[in-house]
């Protein structure tokens, strides 16, 4: 087992155990208040029975721990920042849910269909309070208040950023012409931010200067980037066995993503094809065409390139070491070496 | 003047020029996104040009803030907490406005219905975070970081404790039968603990001790209740003049209110009546005349009686002093000197 896996699984345990007791988990039965929380989280089934549905990757919380080692600190006092992390992604996935109308997340119904708008609103807005109460446990492990004030006051920093970014994402919608900073601008704020926000408060934790923690926020910054950018050319020239989904879905949905804003920006006969009422096959292959025609896929993996080269150069510059650091190295191979 | 409306004019203006810091309203024009909370605010209108509306009354960040001074506190080191409860109550009306359904909301329409569900309720989650940011500034007027912690950690236990209450609230809308205790639960969440969390605040900044913030926290909570029963109560015999609003509303919508719920514990008849699909003026005739004869104005007189009564003990045995006390002392008879 290499040193990502070994130490992941132990963390994602104590990371889990604390989410628990944040959310009251071993009320049993919980009530709905609770109980809508725990079927999101992937503990109970509909019906409030217990489940243990597959939770997502937990790359976050993983991510934090992993910089408070490296950076020297003991991770488990790290465990309540993971679990704040968490639960603020999962609150942020509750309300997503609701404002683009999905029916389903991880293969289940999402809380709005089973409980109603009007509760699965609510039941966000608990699991943001939650996420709050979370990472004010940091004191519980002798962190010094201090520390914990400046964290929390990053913490919702980085929610204000989330959801400028979620603003800006269902505002692009309804709107025909996005510039490709605009879209970068929202990225940050949808993706990358949230993983500053892990490596910050590892290293924040750990107690290391501030050159080292903006070393480490810049490493959590620009590898949430760097995976946003590559997700966006699988999207689109991805090998469909190997990423799990249609590598055309990006153009038929004529999502807005990097390499098509780019080619927007560039070309007017394919700012003639998005007008297109309908799509189908024949559109998407007309539509690739023009895009490697225009070099989207070029400029896209050139951004790419930069972001995880600068992730990694900050890295390097906070001078992280131990077996944290390998699997720090290990998780951002696996997040960044893919084939584009 | 007296010393409430002296004393309240000064705060209210801190507290505005601070939440005005938070929420950036200093640049002009805002964008969309500090907009829309501008707007919700009474700062702009529906066009983001200035406007100056009525903000409602403010009570809260006053209460606060009274508390802090009576406790012999400096009532300019609160600022940051009247702030944060006054943005955590904005909050909660703009994702509430969304949950009922709400159309207007001081005489004004609701964000949703001016820039559509999802962009309000994105806007509600910017201002539960901007309310966070705008209590973690009480560091920077010198308050410790340990009391900034702890005040932290309150502010979001009664965000759970809020959550918790518009839970069961929406939950009876959908049920039958509603009991006096879960009732009496329910406005403890929805009113009451927001007003204990002011005292309490007030009081933990001041720094008196642990006993004294108690006593200050349950002034706060039973002036909370006091005044949700007593508003209960003229919902149904009050004086349509002095309350502005049709005395019959609630029983017309049969909204389930303390003296209505009592009324249907007791007896058969009204639950009967209840059970009518129409409502009309002959219905609420019956109604109260029902109503009035199983004693549900006694009891909820009685309990009116019994809230005003402990909150104004425990305010006695905090041992407040000062103009602010005095003035403490006229708020909490304006709030609860209603004919019943």
Request: charged residues 20%.
């Given at each position: 087992?290499?040193?990502?896996k070994q130490?992941?699984?132990?963390?994602?345990q104590?990371v889990n155990?604390e989410?628990k007791?944040?959310?009251h988990?071993?009320?049993?039965?919980?009530?709905?208040?609770y109980?809508?929380?725990h079927?999101?989280?992937g503990?109970?089934d509909?019906?409030?029975?217990?489940?243990?549905v597959?939770?997502?990757?937990?790359?976050?919380?993983?991510?934090?721990?992993?910089?408070?080692q490296?950076?020297?600190?003991?991770?488990e006092q790290?465990?309540?920042?993971?679990?704040?992390?968490?639960?603020?992604?999962?609150?942020s996935?509750?309300?997503?849910d609701?404002e683009?109308?999905?029916p389903?997340r991880?293969?289940?119904?999402?809380l709005?269909?089973?409980?109603?708008?009007e509760?699965?609103?609510?039941?966000?807005?608990?699991?943001?309070a939650?996420?709050h109460?979370?990472?004010n446990?940091l004191?519980?492990?002798?962190?010094?208040?201090?520390?914990?004030?400046h964290a929390?006051?990053?913490?919702?920093?980085t929610?204000v950023?989330?959801?400028?970014?979620?603003?800006?994402?269902?505002?692009?919608?309804?709107?025909d012409?996005?510039?490709?900073?605009?879209?970068?601008?929202?990225?940050?704020?949808?993706?990358?931010?949230?993983?500053?926000l892990?490596?910050?408060?590892?290293?924040?934790?750990a107690?290391?200067?501030?050159?080292?923690?903006?070393?480490?926020?810049?490493?959590?910054?620009?590898?949430g980037?760097?995976?946003?950018?590559?997700?966006?050319i699988?999207?689109?020239?991805g090998?469909?066995?190997?990423?799990g989904?249609?590598?055309?879905?990006?153009?038929?949905?004529?999502?807005?993503?990097?390499?098509?804003?780019y080619g927007?920006?560039?070309?007017?006969?394919l700012?003639?094809?998005?007008?297109?009422?309908?799509?189908?096959?024949?559109?998407v292959?007309?539509?690739?065409?023009?895009?490697?025609?225009?070099g989207?896929?070029?400029y896209?993996?050139e951004?790419?390139?930069?972001?995880?080269q600068?992730?990694?150069?900050?890295l390097?510059?906070?001078?992280?070491?131990?077996?944290?650091f390998?699997?720090?190295?290990q998780?951002?191979?696996?997040?960044?070496?893919?084939?584009?």
């Amino acid at each position: 087992m290499n040193e990502f896996k070994q130490l992941s699984q132990q963390m994602r345990q104590a990371v889990n155990a604390e989410m628990k007791a944040v959310l009251h988990a071993a009320e049993t039965p919980p009530d709905l208040y609770y109980g809508m929380m725990h079927y999101h989280m992937g503990w109970r089934d509909e019906q409030l029975q217990p489940a243990d549905v597959n939770a997502g990757k937990q790359i976050r919380p993983v991510i934090c721990l992993l910089t408070c080692q490296a950076a020297g600190g003991d991770w488990e006092q790290a465990v309540p920042a993971a679990a704040a992390i968490e639960l603020l992604h999962n609150f942020s996935l509750i309300h997503d849910d609701i404002e683009d109308g999905s029916p389903t997340r991880r293969g289940r119904k999402t809380l709005w269909t089973i409980w109603g708008t009007e509760q699965a609103i609510n039941a966000g807005d608990s699991m943001f309070a939650l996420a709050h109460l979370a990472l004010n446990r940091l004191v519980d492990r002798g962190v010094a208040a201090e520390t914990a004030v400046h964290a929390l006051r990053r913490f919702d920093e980085t929610c204000v950023r989330l959801t400028q970014g979620q603003h800006a994402d269902m505002d692009f919608e309804r709107r025909d012409a996005v510039s490709v900073d605009e879209y970068l601008a929202m990225i940050t704020g949808k993706t990358a931010v949230l993983l500053s926000l892990c490596t910050e408060l590892g290293a924040l934790i750990a107690g290391v200067d501030e050159t080292a923690v903006h070393n480490y926020a810049q490493f959590g910054l620009n590898l949430g980037l760097a995976f946003q950018v590559i997700d966006d050319i699988l999207g689109i020239w991805g090998d469909e066995a190997l990423i799990g989904k249609s590598a055309s879905t990006d153009i038929l949905t004529k999502k807005k993503t990097l390499p098509i804003l780019y080619g927007l920006s560039q070309n007017g006969t394919l700012r003639q094809l998005y007008e297109q009422e309908n799509t189908d096959e024949a559109f998407v292959q007309q539509a690739i065409e023009v895009l490697n025609t225009t070099g989207a896929r070029e400029y896209a993996s050139e951004r790419a390139t930069f972001y995880s080269q600068t992730s990694l150069q900050h890295l390097e510059e906070a001078q992280p070491t131990g077996p944290a650091f390998t699997a720090l190295n290990q998780l951002s191979a696996m997040l960044l070496k893919r084939d584009f």
